[in-house]
């Protein structure tokens, strides 16, 4: 039976940066497992003991935003 602790932990993908999150549970007995890139195919992770992970999301991030560092400036 598994314990009532999770853990949210980051990955990267090496095949094309790519970064994941997934959600990290310990069990009594040993899992193993492991996850590919929903891009590139390469495996971002795998593990083997009493632990498994789930919940494999990609991490959202914000567009870089162009312009504003010198918003204000006069030359």
Known sequence: MANSIWTIEEFTCTGCGM?????REE?????????K???CSSVVH???GKH?????QAVKT????F???WAGVQW
């Open 67 to 69: 312009g504003r560092r």
């Open 19 to 23: 970064n994941y999150t997934a959600t």
């Open 37 to 39: 890139c929903s891009i």
């Open 46 to 48: 795998s593990w083997s």
């Open 62 to 65: 914000k567009p870089a935003v």
């Open 27 to 35: 069990h009594a007995e040993a899992h193993a497992g492991s996850f």
């Open 52 to 56: 498994h992970f789930f919940g494999w």
